[in-house]
């Protein structure tokens, strides 16, 4: 069974920092390409940052230049730097990842994980 299993989650002061993780188990052959998503109440999932198994990166707008995803392609583990934390960045995050198992190309979602910033 293949799960994604995020940590790091929980409170962060604005301008402070916090580090999610995410690790895939299971048959995996080999992960595509991972990402974070976030989701906050009343709002819409939307997309955090993907990064490539060749390493090409890909930022929302709101995080450029405060966040930062990277990848250990022999873990299958993503991770997701966050520093300058601000209030709006409140959400619980959820880690995405596509993997190949057993010869096929499939989309996973791990369970989430809240990020609450506030001082």
């Known amino acids: 069974q293949v799960q994604l299993v995020e940590s790091g989650g929980g409170l962060g002061q604005p301008g402070g920092s916090l580090r999610l993780s995410c690790a895939a188990s299971?048959?995996?052959?080999?992960?595509?390409?991972m990402g974070w998503y976030r989701q906050a109440p009343g709002k819409e999932r939307e997309l955090v940052a993907t990064?490539?198994?060749?390493?090409?990166?890909n930022y929302a707008d709101s995080v450029k230049g405060r966040f930062t995803i990277s990848r250990n392609n022999v873990e299958k583990t993503v991770y997701l730097q966050m520093n300058s934390l601000k209030p709006e960045d409140t959400a619980v995050y959820y880690c995405?990842?596509?993997?190949?198992?057993?010869?096929?190309?499939?989309?996973?979602w791990g369970q989430g994980t809240q990020v609450t910033v506030s001082s």
């Open positions: 995405n990842a596509l993997l190949w198992v057993w010869g096929r190309l499939n989309n996973y």
């Open positions: 990064i490539t198994n060749s390493g090409s990166t």
């Open positions: 299971g048959s995996i052959f080999s992960a595509n390409t």
